[in-house]
């Protein structure tokens, strides 16, 4: 419930701190005097567009907050609640108390949950769990079809099918989420013959990690081969088998050096020791260089068989990496892309056999969500008739009207409620009824016949006795009584049988202090209702037969004291 609310430099309000109770709760005033103000505040406490025309002049911003006391809430209700603010990761409620305030300005405006910075749509969210605001131009929740739909389910009991549905839906989701995942990274056939080819190609390459530098230096020889020996021969020739050859004229030097010797011999016999080792020396490099020669092969055939590897390596090098080792990496994770694909592969028909089997499960919550739901609509349709004959539509009718639709969570079904409020008016969707006075009857109507079940705790009422009197008055105010013994209710109201009905009974007023005007909502106490009930009535205040109504209206309401 609503536990308190306090207002600053709002509207017309200067300064206001207000108590509420619990059940039901009547404001009354004169028109103008700003009765929606509590509608007004709470909706901006509840995440409705805020304006800076609500500040009130002179101020520079506006302040708002309200206290939610939850010890009565609805345990799923709480717990839905309590998961909503964890995962915005504010600080638990202290004391089972909910705080929430917003400051208006210039700039725009803040909001607060339990003194933490929140977002207008976390408010909103909150908003939607804990307030139903039923005036003039709102959309009402009762008017989504979605929640139309979950009063329904709630008439009929149907926790445990619901249950059902929402978790074999999740488990598609889950199923079709692992689906999609697997498509990242499926091969489509055209992906998977090429991965093939790649593979193959690369492996029918036999390439070796440090075969290039071999093939490189082989390829070098074979390609010069022919110079190689021209080089090799012309170098052996001037060696030792050339007219003036250096063994030649290296015997030429011996000869000289043993002439030296015959002279010197200490000296000319070292001169002729090192000679000959030349001689030696070019005579050893003059064979090998013949041998070299000789063992030279031109073999065009090898030459050509070495460049087409060498191709075949540069080729491999281009598509796959710039070496052999990128190239041979290349080929470990082709493969293993292509094992994997073959396993996601098997996974993948395995998913979709999960997801055909759900799927049927499925279908099968749905027909039996259905069955349920159309069981309990005609008789939840007829008791909102019956309650909108005792609020004065004693000609309309009212229908639960089930259509099938998309699978989802909630089953397959579309609720609409429908209202024809006059005999030969065609039934139209309740949604789409003009008249705020209408709806606002037709929800009391709901309400009271679902207060068992619906689970919002706090039902502000607008405009609910737009041309309501008499009679039809009384049977409002009772229905409101019933409403709000399990419901804390705000109603603002114009009709005194309605006001003689609350709890508790505040009175708007405006008046004028220092040349400004202020408006101001009080608590009143017993005599003051009374007081108040002749000013509804439109009687004179020392009207001794309207204060006698006022008294009867009050003991008749169950206001005992007065």
Request: a negative charge; hydrophobic letters at 40%; proline letters at 2%.
């Amino acid at each position: 419930m609503l536990e308190s609310l306090h207002i600053k430099n709002f509207a017309l309000v200067s300064e206001l701190e207000l108590d509420f109770a619990a059940g039901l709760n009547t404001v009354s005033g004169e028109t103008g005097a700003g009765k929606s103000l509590i509608l007004g505040a709470v909706q901006l406490l509840a995440g409705s567009r805020a304006s800076q025309n609500s500040i009130r002049k002179g101020s520079s911003l506006a302040e708002l907050s309200g206290v939610f006391n939850l010890a009565a809430l609805h345990p799923p209700l709480l717990a839905e609640l309590s998961a909503l603010l964890e995962q915005a990761a504010l600080p638990p409620c202290e004391e089972g108390r909910l705080l929430i305030r917003r400051i208006i300005s210039e700039n725009g405006s803040r909001a607060f949950v339990n003194s933490s910075a929140v977002t207008v749509t976390l408010l909103r969210q909150l908003g939607e769990l804990l307030v139903d605001i039923h005036g003039p131009n709102d959309n009402h929740s009762l008017l989504d079809p979605h929640k139309q739909l979950e009063l329904l389910d709630s008439y009929a009991k149907n926790d445990e099918a619901l249950l059902l549905s929402r978790r074999l839906w999740r488990q598609l989701e889950d199923c079709s989420a692992a689906l999609q995942e697997l498509d990242k990274i499926n091969l489509h056939p055209e992906e998977a013959q090429l991965l093939e080819f790649q593979l193959r190609e690369i492996e029918e390459a036999e390439l070796r990690e440090d075969e290039e530098e071999e093939i490189v230096a082989r390829h070098r020889l074979a390609a010069h081969a022919k110079s190689l020996l021209e080089l090799a021969s012309e170098a052996a020739g001037s060696i030792s088998e050339e007219e003036n050859c250096l063994c030649e004229q290296v015997a030429a030097v011996v000869r000289t050096l043993q002439d030296i010797a015959r002279i010197d011999p200490a000296r000319g016999a070292q001169f002729i020791e090192q000679i000959e080792n030349i001689a030696t020396m070019l005579n050893d490099l003059g064979m090998e260089l013949q041998d070299y020669a000789a063992g030279v092969e031109i073999n065009e055939e090898e030459l050509r068989r070495l460049e087409l590897r060498l191709e075949l390596i540069q080729r491999m090098k281009r598509k796959y990496g710039g070496n052999i080792a990128a190239v041979l990496a290349s080929a470990e994770r082709i493969k293993q892309r292509l094992q994997s694909a073959k396993s996601k592969a098997d996974e993948l028909q395995n998913l979709l056999a999960q997801q055909e089997n759900l799927r049927r499960q499925h279908e099968k919550a749905c027909l039996d969500l259905r069955q349920k739901r159309q069981a309990a609509a005609s008789g939840m349709a007829g008791g909102i008739a019956s309650k909108l004959a005792d609020l004065g539509f004693d000609k309309a009718a009212f229908e639960l009207r089930l259509d099938e639709c998309k699978p989802g969570a909630l089953g397959a079904d579309r609720l609409e409620f429908c209202f024809a409020p006059n005999i030969g008016e065609e039934m139209q969707p309740l949604r789409q009824i003009g008249s705020s006075g209408e709806v606002a009857r037709v929800m009391l109507a709901i309400k009271t016949v679902l207060c068992h079940e619906d689970k919002v705790p706090v039902l502000i009422f607008d405009e609910i006795d737009a041309n309501v009197g008499g009679r039809i008055a009384a049977a409002v105010a009772k229905e409101l009584q019933k409403v709000s013994q399990k419901h804390q209710v705000f109603c603002i109201t114009h009709l005194p049988r309605i006001a003689a009905a609350g709890e508790k009974h505040y009175m708007v007023s405006k008046f004028v202090e220092q040349q400004r005007t202020r408006a101001e909502m009080k608590l009143l106490e017993q005599h003051e209702r009374v007081s108040d009930l002749v000013r509804m009535l439109g009687a004179q205040k020392d009207s001794e037969s309207a204060e006698k109504h006022a008294r009867e209206m009050l003991q008749e309401a169950g206001k005992t004291g007065v």
